[in-house]
């Protein structure tokens, strides 16, 4: 299988009080806000870091729910938040705390598929940054 997606980002004026717009071919995103603020402070709109978590947190969780299916379980529920840490101008670290609800599996084998479910979820693969796992089994 092979497609393309596309993003659209827009800038306009100096790094610090310039501001920018960001679309997604879809429109989930539509000229959604772009600032130094919304980047390096708490400012409305998104930031790249962001964008990043949301893609790799919904890459993985996906990824982890065609392992589960491979493994004979369906998900009655998966929960992933995806932190990641920018320090100096780069992204030192991005960690997944995954916390799943799944019907006739042990803790063991949730763990396993999970860090199976990390190691070849496709934005996992994209990124160059040490990646860290933490898995709760729910009841």
């Known amino acids: ?72 379980f369906t998900a009655d529920d998966l929960n992933t938040e995806a932190t990641v840490t920018f320090e100096d101008g780069t992204i030192t670290l991005i960690h997944l705390d995954l916390k799943g609800k799944v019907p006739n599996i042990s803790a063991e084998e949730f763990e396993t598929i999970a860090a199976k479910a990390k190691e070849i979820c496709p934005i996992s693969k994209l990124l160059n940054t040490t990646i860290t796992l933490s898995v709760t089994l729910l009841s």
């Not at 306009?12 to 959604?32: C, F, P, R, V, Y």
């Not at 919304?38 to 400012?43: I, N």
Request: charged content about 15%; proline content about 1%.
């Open 1 to 72: 299988m092979k497609f393309t997606r596309k993003a659209h980002a827009n800038w306009k004026g100096t790094g610090m009080e310039g501001t920018g717009s960001i679309s997604t071919q879809s429109t989930t995103l539509d000229n959604a806000q772009l600032s130094f603020k919304t980047r390096f402070a708490d400012g409305v709109g998104t930031n790249p870091e962001e964008l990043v978590a949301a893609a790799h947190s919904g890459c993985f969780t996906m990824q982890l729910s065609f392992l589960l299916n491979e493994g004979g």
